[in-house]
Structure formats: C-alpha cells, structure tokens
C-alpha cells in the first residue's frame, strides 16, 4: 500500500520538485496546500528532495507577523539537522533565522530583529522571494515601538527589489510601509500603499491577496468611511473562508464587528464577536482571543449593559497582564482600560473612571501612538470639564498641540510619498528598458519580425520595379520566381513560429506518459520478485495474483507508450512539409490535441498565465456509422489553422486579464475577471462545424475586414507575423470551406470554420 501512495503522490511531487530544481523558493508555489505538502517531507527518498520541500514550507510559513509556530520550528531544525551530512551555503540564512525565531519567542526583540534582518540580506543575495519572512520584521519594530526605524527598512528594502528583484518581495515592503502610514494615522498613503501591496501578491500569494482587502477595509473603519470599509470588509470575508485561514477570518469578523459597533448595530456587533471567538484557540492565540472579547465588552457597555461587560473586562484584564499586551499590534487593538474606564462612568464612579483613563493615556504615551494619545486628552479634557476646568483645559491644550504636530506629518508624508513614487516610477522605467533590451537580444520572435519587415520592403520595391520595368519580360520571369521563393520562406517562418509554440507544450504532454512508464516499470520490477518469492513457498494463488497485476501493469506501460508515440508523431507530422493528401482524420481528437498543447506552450513563456478551458465535442454518428470525428482533410493544415486560432484566443484573453487587474478597487469594476477559451464541434448536414471562443477584448469593427489579410496584426511589434489568420484562410478555403469571425469588442471573439465531410 505505501508503495501505491507513493505512485499516486509522484505527479504532485514531480512538479515541485521540477520546479525548484533551480532555487528553493519558487512563487508559483506559495499556493500550494500547506498540510498536504508537509505530508509529503517523510516519503522522501532522498535527503535532497527533503530539504527541497522543508525549505518550500518554511519560506511559505502560515500566521505571519505572530510569534513563530512550534510547527516552522520543527521545519527549520529538520533542514538544519538534514544539511549537517552535506553542508550547503545556501542553507546558511537558515541558521540564521532560526536563531532569530528563538531570541523572538524568548522575549529577545532586539537581537531576533538583528538576526532576522540578517538572514534577510542572505536570502536576497540568493534572489529569493520571502515575503512571509519580511512581513515578519514589522510585528518586531512593533513590539520595540521602532515605526520610524520600520519606515526606513521597508523603504530601503522597497527600492532595492524594485531595481534587484525579485519584485514579487516588493508586496511585503508595500504593506510594511502601509502599516507605518496607518500607525500615523495618515490613512489615505495607508491604503495606497496596503492596494500596491494587494496588486504585487495577487499573482502568486492568494492568501496575502486577500488579507489586502481587510487591511485597507480595516484602515476605511479607522479613517470613518464606514461604506468603504463595508465594501472591502465585507468582499473580504467570504474570500478568508474558502481559503480556511482561520486567522484572517477571525480577523475580520473582529472588524466587522467594529464596523457594526461604530454603525449602532449592537446584536449585530455582539454576533460577529461571537463568530470571531469560534475561530480562536485561546490557549495559543490569546491576544486575538482578547481582541474579539473587548468587542463584545464594549458593545454590551454601548448598550448600557456594564454588567454583563465587566467579567470579559477582568477576563482581558489578566491575560493582558499575564502577556504584556501592547495597546496596538498587527492583529488590533486591545483599549481594556478604556473599557474599565467607560464602565466605571456608566456606575458613576468618576474616581476610577479617570484613574484608568490617565492609566490607558500612560501607556499610548509609552507605546508613542498618537492616535490613542489623542483619543484619551479629548476624553480626559470632557471628564474634568465640570470638576476641575483648568486641568480640562490643559487637555485641551495637549490636544490641539498633537493634532496641529499630526497635520504638519501629514502633509511631509504626502510630499516624501509622492517623492517616492517619483523615483518608483523612474526606476521602474529603467527597469522597463533593460527587460525590453534583454527581450530584443534573446528573442527570436523579434527577429524572425525583423526578417519580415525587410522581406515585405523587399516586395513592395520588387513591386515598383515591375511597373517601371514591364517591358523586360526576361528581369519580370526572373522577378517572379523570386517573389514565390520569398513567399515559401515566409509560409516556412510562420510555421516554424507555430511549431515553437507547440514545443512548450509537447515537452509538458511528453512527461506524463513517461513518468507512467518509468514508475510502473518500477512497480513489475518489484512485483517479479515478489512473484519468485511467493513462487518459491509454492503458494500459487498468490502467483496468480501478482502476475495478473504484471499483465495489468504492463497494459498501461502500452497505453502510455502509445500516448507519447501519438505525441510525438503529431509533432512530426506538424513539422514535415504538408503531403496535400486528404485523410481520414478524428477531428475531435485533433481539436483536443492541438488545444492542449496550445495551453502548455503559453504556460511555458509565462507561468503566471491562467485560463478556464472548455470544449463540446459532438459525439454522434452520420448515417454511414462514421462518426463525426472522422473527415477527410490534410491533417497538418487544419492543425496548423486550429493552433493559430487558439493561440490568438489565449493571447486575447490574456491582454483582458492584465487590463483588468490595473483597475484600481475604488472603481465599481469586478477583477474577478476569468480568462476563459472554448473550442467545439458540430455536425451540420454534410459540413463540420469548429468553433474557437474567448471572452478576450474582441476585435475592433475599423479593422475588421482586414483581419484576413497577409502581415496585418494587431499585436505589438515583436509578438505576431500578420500570417496566421491569412495562411489559415487559405488553408480552409482549399479544402472548399470557409472561415468567418463573430466579434464584439470588449467581450470577445468566437472564430467559425466550416468544412465538407
């Protein structure tokens, strides 16, 4: 049995590890499910395979910016102890960490952000993407009430991987420096700077994706715009839920029960606590635990209820003195001697009810938060204004003098942000450049574009020449010939474009079958020994058994070897030149090939792409028993028109997708937006129907009777031949069918080819 697990496990292992062969980290992998890949650390066979995936776990490690779990701990002494046979220098930044994480769960803030900050600069000299690591470094400067020294690090940081790399690090810089904006209560850089942040993660961090949505919906809250925070918060919600994070589900129904507080919706508020409480262990995660509590409290204390508050209050109380909670951290806030405070006013003790007021002013003093400190002089100017006028007015006076320093920040940070954005926005054009350079040298496709141009030049002055020079029969023979020479290499170019595309993707296709092959080989290998042994005790029926497992085994070992056979024909087939004989062909499995490997080779130039794929296939029979999918036609040609068609379909959809996500959330613009490609048959009397769809930007009306014609593209310079459409309509045409688009711009283009059975 556990050698059918491993079996089972080996495709999902294959591609991690294939993926990471050239760095431990690799950013299509911080989405994988973390429980199931930790499974997975113990089958390892080799000791290289383990350390390849425990570095995966611990670089993608759940609840950041709280104190590090027993679980990446167990992670990280396993690495280390595993890396002590065969010493790596790339472990280094390891030990590092780990050193760090002990001081940090000791007490040791100081120390653990020193060494943090270290293992960080070993990590980029690897180029390696740590973003949990670096949302990490935030919740140290917090708890040593280091905001500036925070600001500076992330900004440093920020400007480094912006011109260095890699810009997937970039998201964590953006939410640190938020974090220190929303310290400051200058909420509007705050967001800014929390949705650059969401924009980075989105491609390849769905879950610090979506904890974007409730930072900015939580600094709508703090900054009173309660519709907005209503909107991120409550879009929040459910996306936390289907990635069962329950931490960032209890975090948000906290804010939501704020939001319904500040809104008077009490039951409401109290119900929303309540949900929170169900997704905190209170042994491991008390601070939370305490958060969500103070919400109730304060919600029965709205309703006049301090009853029934101040057991939570007491509650809170000696957790906070037991744990030395700071009034704000990452997860919330925690006011619980403004709680006392508004309790004690509702019993008419105005003694105690100003003792803990000056009590909760001290620490905001302590902790060097402003916007408490502000909160506290307004309410303490209001206790005394009856007792004691002057000391109220001295409240009074601390006040305005904090709020007029807090304008006069606010507007420096406007000018230093927007300063920083300047630079951004230089830097990114510099790195624009170098990306485009690099792409123009390595890049074939910009070559093969180059020979284009220079080739329909050539056309257009061999054109001139022929209507100065008619007379000359001889030079327009010669002239002739060499414009159909031209035209066999052009025809030559683009089929060799379309065979690139589909490399990607064989290469992709190719690897299953094989790693069929090879690992069910593995397995007769075993079970022939198995069968010698049991051969041996005479027990047969245990022979039998085993060799009807062998034959079973070695049936699929055929069907796959047939399956990469059938690959690589077809790709040989694709690559000679067309016989121009029609032949029999399955036109649903030539539709579903080509469609695949399409998809992989478009997968391979870039990883981040994505898109929902359908087909409908007609499966029914002609009068003659046929079947749909079998249609004389040369294979090789209606390939090559399927391929080109699917190929600008995914490019379509593709250019919708990186439209969509540059629209910014404030807009009332869904970016949910999903990249989806269809291709289907039909029998229609004696024609077969294909049709490629896709919800891309569709085809503007100006140009869209000049799609069909030869060099005309309205892709960029450098990425289209303006052949593929013009080769495929020949191409159907000479099978006596035709080919017709249906577009509409802005939601996409189905491509219509109708062929004689």
């Not at 292992?13 to 993926?19: E, G, I, Q």
């Not at 040593?144 to 998201?171: C, D, H, I, M, S």
């Not at 900015?216 to 009173?224: A, D, E, F, Q, R």
């Not at 951290?329 to 403004?338: P, Q, W």
Request: proline share 3%.
């Amino acid at each position: 049995m556990q050698l059918i697990k491993r079996l089972l496990l080996m495709p999902f292992l294959f591609s991690v590890l294939m993926a990471t062969q050239a760095g431990f980290s690799q950013a299509v992998h911080f989405n994988y499910n973390y429980d199931s890949l930790a499974k997975q650390v113990p089958l390892q066979k080799t000791d290289a395979e383990k350390i390849r995936l425990l570095c995966l776990l611990i670089d993608g490690m759940p609840d950041f910016g709280t104190e590090p779990t027993d679980q990446v701990m167990g992670y990280i002494d396993q690495l280390i102890s595993i890396n002590k046979k065969k010493p790596s220098s790339e472990i280094q930044p390891y030990f590092t960490m780990q050193e760090s994480f002990r001081q940090w769960r000791n007490g040791d803030f100081e120390n653990a952000l020193i060494n943090i900050k270290k293992s960080i600069d070993g990590f980029d000299r690897q180029h390696k993407i740590i973003a949990p690591l670096l949302m990490n470094v935030r919740s140290l400067h917090n708890y040593l009430n280091q905001q500036e020294e925070r600001f500076e690090f992330y900004t440093a940081k920020l400007n480094y991987y912006l011109v260095n790399g890699p810009v997937e690090n970039t998201a964590a810089c953006y939410h640190g420096i938020g974090g220190y904006y929303n310290y400051k209560a200058n909420y509007n850089l705050a967001i800014g700077n929390y949705l650059k942040a969401q924009s980075a993660f989105k491609p390849y961090f769905n879950d610090f994706y979506i904890n974007e949505f409730f930072a900015v919906g939580t600094s709508y809250l703090k900054w009173g715009n309660t519709d907005k925070a209503d909107f991120y918060l409550k879009n929040s919600l459910p996306l936390s839920i289907a990635s069962r994070a329950n931490t960032d589900i209890a975090l948000n129904l906290i804010s939501l029960s704020n939001l319904s507080y500040k809104q008077k919706k009490y039951d409401q508020a109290l119900s929303y606590a309540d949900q929170a409480v169900s997704y905190i262990d209170r042994k491991t995660d008390s601070r939370k635990y305490s958060i969500a509590m103070i919400c109730k409290a304060n919600t029965y204390l709205a309703m006049a209820k301090p009853g029934l508050a101040y057991p939570l209050l007491m509650e809170i109380k000696a957790l906070s003195d037991s744990f030395h909670f700071q009034l704000a951290s990452n997860d919330g806030e925690l006011e619980n001697d403004f709680g006392f405070y508004k309790y004690y006013q509702l019993s008419n003790d105005s003694k105690n009810a100003s003792r803990y007021l000056l009590i909760a002013l001290e620490k905001s003093v302590a902790e060097k938060s402003t916007l408490f400190q502000l909160k506290y002089l307004k309410e303490l100017a209001s206790c005394y204004e009856n007792s004691n006028p002057a000391l109220s007015m001295q409240y009074i006076n601390k006040y305005f003098t904090l709020s007029d320093k807090l304008e006069k920040e606010g507007d420096k940070f406007k000018v230093a942000q927007y300063e920083i954005e300047q630079k951004e926005s230089e830097q990114d054009q510099n790195i624009t450049a170098l990306k485009q350079e690099k792409a123009i040298q390595a890049a074939t496709i910009s070559q093969r574009n180059t020979i284009m141009w220079i080739s329909l030049m050539a056309l257009f002055l061999i054109v001139v020449s022929m209507v100065f020079l008619y007379r000359q029969f001889h030079n327009n023979r010669k002239t002739l010939r060499s414009l159909r020479k031209t035209q066999r290499q052009l025809i030559m170019a683009e089929k060799m474009a379309s065979l690139g595309e589909l490399t990607a993707g064989i290469a992709h296709e190719i690897q299953n079958p094989l790693n069929f092959v090879n690992n069910f080989s593995e397995v007769n290998t075993e079970l022939i020994d198995e069968l010698s042994e049991e051969a041996d005790k005479g027990n047969l029926d245990e022979v039998k058994t085993i060799a009807k497992d062998i034959k079973e085994n070695e049936q699929k070992i055929n069907h796959h070897g047939k399956r990469a056979d059938a690959i690589v024909k077809g790709m040989l087939q694709h690559s000679r030149s067309s016989s121009g004989v029609k032949e029999p062909t399955d036109i649903n499995a030539l539709c579903d090939e080509y469609l695949r490997l399409s998809y992989h080779g478009i997968r391979a130039k870039d990883k981040s792409f994505n898109a929902t794929i359908k087909t409908d296939f007609d499966n029914s029979l002609s009068a003659d028993e046929a079947g749909i999918g079998n249609i004389n036609i040369i294979p090789q040609d209606i390939g090559r028109v399927i391929l080109n068609l699917l190929t600008n379909a995914f490019y379509a959809v593709d250019e919708k997708k990186k439209v969509s996500t540059e629209v910014t959330p404030f807009e009332k613009v869904s970016p949910l937006y999903e990249p989806t490609v269809s291709i289907s048959t039909k029998r229609i009397s004696d024609k077969v129907e294909i049709k490629v769809t896709d919800n891309g930007k569709g085809i503007p009306e100006k140009v869209l009777d000049k799609i069909f014609q030869p060099f005309f593209t309205t892709k960029p310079t450098g990425q289209g031949t303006g052949l593929g459409l013009s080769l495929s309509y020949d191409i159907v045409k000479a099978h006596g069918g035709e080919i017709k688009v249906e577009t509409k711009e802005g939601a996409g283009s189905t491509f219509i080819i109708q062929i004689p059975n």
